[in-house]
C-alpha cells in the first residue's frame, strides 16, 4: 500500500483549517478549462514551472509555497522558484527527488488519458516520496479513487508521451 500524504491529509492534520489565505498567499489560484497542452518536459507557463510554486515546499511545509523570483534553478528547459535559497539548493543538488512526476502535468490526465494538462498548485499528493500535482479538486478526487493503478498507467505513458510528440 502506497504512502500518500496530500491536500486532504493536512487539512485533517491542521484540525481542518482551510488552506486558502494566509496558506496560499502569492499563490493565484486559475479557473481554467481542462485542455490539452503542448508536448514538454515540464508543464510551465511563460517558461517558469509549475506557476512559480516552490516544489521543495510540498515535502517540507506539507502545502504549496509560492516560489521566490530572487531564488530560482534552472532545469529541463524552465525556471523553477523556491521560496528559500535553502530549497533553491536542495532541488539544484536533487532535483529528481523534489520535482512533480510527469513534469508537474496533470498526474491523472498522463495515467488515464495519455493527455497533458495543467495543474493548480493546492491538488497535489505525495505517494511514496514522490510528488504528484492534478488539475482541479474534481480530478484530484478521481485520483484517489485508484493512485497506485494511476502511479503505474503514468508510469508507463509519461515515456511514449514524450517520445510520440516530442
Same mark, same amino acid.
Given at each position: 500500500?502506497?504512502?500518500?500524504?496530500?491536500?486532504?491529509? $493536512? /487539512?485533517?492534520?491542521?484540525?481542518?483549517?482551510?488552506?486558502?489565505?494566509? %496558506?496560499?498567499?502569492? /499563490?493565484?489560484?486559475?479557473?481554467?478549462? /481542462?485542455?490539452? /497542452?503542448?508536448?514538454? +518536459?515540464?508543464?510551465?507557463?511563460?517558461?517558469?514551472?509549475?506557476?512559480?510554486?516552490?516544489?521543495?515546499?510540498?515535502?517540507?511545509?506539507?502545502?504549496?509555497?509560492?516560489?521566490? +523570483?530572487?531564488?530560482?534553478?534552472?532545469?529541463?528547459?524552465?525556471?523553477?522558484?523556491?521560496?528559500?535559497?535553502?530549497?533553491?539548493?536542495?532541488? %539544484?543538488?536533487?532535483?529528481?527527488?523534489?520535482?512533480?512526476?510527469?513534469?508537474?502535468?496533470?498526474?491523472? %490526465?498522463?495515467?488515464?488519458?495519455?493527455?497533458?494538462?495543467?495543474?493548480?498548485?493546492?491538488?497535489?499528493?505525495? $505517494?511514496?516520496?514522490?510528488?504528484?500535482?492534478?488539475?482541479?479538486?474534481?480530478?484530484?478526487?478521481?485520483?484517489?479513487?485508484?493512485?497506485?493503478?494511476?502511479?503505474?498507467?503514468?508510469?508507463?505513458?509519461?515515456?511514449?508521451?514524450?517520445? %510520440?510528440?516530442?
Amino acid at each position: 500500500m502506497p504512502v500518500k500524504i496530500g491536500r486532504r491529509q $493536512v /487539512l485533517v492534520a491542521a484540525g481542518g483549517l482551510a488552506l486558502g489565505g494566509a %496558506a496560499f498567499a502569492g /499563490l493565484r489560484l486559475w479557473s481554467a478549462r /481542462l485542455e490539452e /497542452l503542448a508536448t514538454a +518536459p515540464v508543464f510551465s507557463t511563460d517558461g517558469v514551472a509549475i506557476r512559480g510554486t516552490d516544489p521543495v515546499a510540498y515535502f517540507t511545509e506539507r502545502r504549496p509555497e509560492a516560489g521566490d +523570483p530572487a531564488h530560482v534553478h534552472d532545469w529541463r528547459g524552465a525556471v523553477w522558484h523556491f521560496a528559500t535559497a535553502e530549497n533553491r539548493d536542495r532541488f %539544484a543538488v536533487e532535483p529528481e527527488r523534489y520535482a512533480p512526476q510527469y513534469g508537474g502535468f496533470c498526474a491523472w %490526465a498522463v495515467a488515464e488519458k495519455g493527455k497533458l494538462y495543467s495543474t493548480q498548485p493546492g491538488n497535489w499528493s505525495i $505517494v511514496d516520496g514522490k510528488l504528484y500535482l492534478n488539475f482541479n479538486d474534481d480530478i484530484q478526487a478521481r485520483w484517489e479513487t485508484d493512485i497506485p493503478g494511476f502511479i503505474m498507467a503514468g508510469d508507463r505513458r509519461w515515456p511514449e508521451i514524450l517520445t %510520440a510528440r516530442g
